[in-house]
T-cell receptor, first 109, second 112 residues
Framework: DAKTTQPPSMDCAEGRAANLPCNHS???????VYWYRQIHSQGPQYIIH???NNETNEMASLIITEDRKSSTLILPHATLRDTAVYYC??????????FGKGTRLHILP | DSGVTQTPKHLITATGQRVTLRCSPR?????VYWYQQSLDQGLQFLIQ???????AKGNILERFSAQQFPDLHSELNLSSLELGDSALYFC???????????FGQGTRLTVV
């Protein structure tokens, strides 16, 4: 079973930052937070992951609260191509990847 | 392009038949995952292999089986197909166990 809770859907205006929340209140010390997205029916795409520090790469930033019970994925300048289902996944690094229902992000022109 | 290749891209077959889906992982990746995604459904984990050995199993039906070969490619065999087996089947690969997974573009199976 997925260990995370995400809103089923969100809207964001094109050009604005998209902030996608994820609750993982039962996360354990060895578990990382991963984010993937699936655009339409394409294969899921890895975005970013982190343990406790905030992380940034060319696609997004990941902000993890100090108690690690929640996190936020930030897409700094959303475009129409960012319309997708975003999955927040909690797992140990050598564990299988279990997807929940994710958040369907709509980017509005 | 993730570097993970799945063939065929599309497959149409009749109920009761058997099909084989193939996954070629990225060069050097030792771990392979299989997932099923039915229409408007989530990604269901089926099975994971690591360096030829089964590592984890999800809700994979007994009619389904998989294996990973010495050259690390993997095959998912689906038999006695039913209409409800129509779905997208995704494969993903990882370099080791402590790295990110990269997904192929899937095989769309239609059972008629």
């Amino acid at each position: 079973d997925a260990k995370t809770t995400q809103p089923p859907s969100m809207d964001c205006a094109e050009g604005r930052a998209a902030n996608l929340p994820c609750n993982h209140s039962t996360i354990s010390g060895n578990e990382y937070v991963y984010w993937y997205r699936q655009i339409h029916s394409q294969g899921p795409q890895y975005i970013i992951h982190g343990l406790k520090n905030n992380e940034t790469n060319e696609m997004a930033s990941l902000i993890i609260t100090e108690d690690r019970k929640s996190s936020t994925l930030i897409l700094p300048h959303a475009t129409l191509r960012d319309t997708a289902v975003y999955y927040c996944i909690v797992r140990e690094r050598d564990d299988k990847i279990i997807f929940g229902k994710g958040t369907r992000l709509h980017i509005l022109p | 392009d993730s570097g993970v290749t799945q063939t065929p891209k599309h497959l149409i077959t009749a109920t009761g038949q058997r099909v084989t889906l193939r996954c070629s992982p990225r060069s050097g990746d030792l771990s392979v995952y299989w997932y099923q995604q039915s229409l408007d459904q989530g990604l269901q984990f089926l099975i994971q292999y690591y360096n030829g050995e089964e590592r984890a199993k999800g809700n994979i039906l007994e009619r389904f089986s998989a294996q990973q070969f010495p050259d690390l490619h993997s095959e998912l065999n689906l038999s006695s197909l039913e209409l409800g087996d129509s779905a997208l089947y995704f494969c993903a690969s990882q370099r080791g166990l402590n790295t990110e997974a990269f997904f192929g573009q899937g095989t769309r199976l239609t059972v008629v």
